[in-house]
Nanobody
Framework: QVQLVESGGGLVQAGGSLRLSCAAS????????MGWFRQAPGKERESVAS????????YYTDSVKGRFTISRDNAKNTAYLQMNGLKPEDTAVYYC????????????????????WGQGTQVTVSS
């Protein structure tokens, strides 16, 4: 199996930037689609971004498009989420997730496609 640990969250002012990291252990992530999700207090978990196995294809939800960038470094077994121009509405716990190695899709914005999840890292954006 794959264990995922997020890091890089914190408190920033509106307009600031954060870079989240998702370090994987146990098994390689090179054959797995990776995704970032977030959940704000009292809200449902939503997909933020997804990236294909080789990094060639990405998906972003409309609310973060142009501000966030998902990337991966398979040699380091790590995925990233660069967040620029942060807004108070971005405040949430951010989760990294990975599909199985046999998932047939290129990317996914559905949580049910992801078999492995990190514990989350808090991102708070002050106004």
């Amino acid at each position: 199996q794959v264990q995922l640990v997020e890091s890089g969250g914190g408190l920033v002012q509106a307009g600031g930037s954060l870079r989240l990291s998702c370090a994987a252990s146990g098994r390689t992530i090179s054959r797995r689609v990776m995704g970032w999700f977030r959940q704000a207090p009292g809200k449902e978990r939503e997909s933020v971004a997804s990236i294909s196995r080789n990094g060639g294809t990405t998906y972003y939800t409309d609310s973060v498009k142009g501000r966030f960038t998902i990337s991966r470094d398979n040699a380091k077994n790590t995925a990233y989420l660069q967040m620029n121009g942060l807004k108070p509405e971005d405040t949430a716990v951010y989760y990294c997730a990975a599909t199985t190695d046999y998932y047939s899709g290129t990317i996914s914005y559905y949580s049910y496609n992801y078999a492995y999840w990190g514990q989350g890292t808090q991102v708070t954006v002050s106004s």
